[in-house]
Nanobody, 129 residues
Framework: QVEVAESGGGSVQAGGSLRLTCAIS????????MGWWRQPPGKEREGVAA????????LYADSVKGRFTISHDNLKNTLYLQMNSLQPEDTAMYFC??????????????????????WGQGTQVTVSS
């Protein structure tokens, strides 16, 4: 049973940085894939970044490319999201998800992750102008 727990959210001014952490535990192995989603107030949940470490595949939403970096520490089984140059539109509840990804490397692992992933409770990020 996979469990995830996010931390690291907070309030910052525009241009600031935060690093989110997602501790992953349970029946995971090197075939896990994982990612970050966010849900702005009154809006739908949207993907931010995802990673499939075993095949070294990383994806980012266009809105965060060049500003956010997703990384995974295999020894600690911890997922990170380094967020730089934060803007008010980045204000949202940020969620982590993780699951096993054992399908073809060319598969849409983000959709698989969204559908079958174990989700955390989220951590709030607020960016003021």
């Amino acid at each position: 049973q996979v469990e995830v727990a996010e931390s690291g959210g907070g309030s910052v001014q525009a241009g600031g940085s935060l690093r989110l952490t997602c501790a992953i535990s349970g029946a995971t192995n090197e075939r896990a894939c994982m990612g970050w989603w966010r849900q702005p107030p009154g809006k739908e949940r949207e993907g931010v970044a995802a990673v499939w470490p075993v095949i070294r595949k990383t994806l980012y939403a266009d809105s965060v490319k060049g500003r956010f970096t997703i990384s995974h520490d295999n020894l600690k089984n911890t997922l990170y999201l380094q967020m730089n140059s934060l803007q008010p539109e980045d204000t949202a509840m940020y969620f982590c998800a993780a699951t096993l990804c054992s399908m073809n490397p060319n598969s849409d692992f983000v959709s698989h992750l969204r559908r079958f992933g174990t989700w955390g409770q989220g951590t709030q990020v607020t960016v003021s102008s």
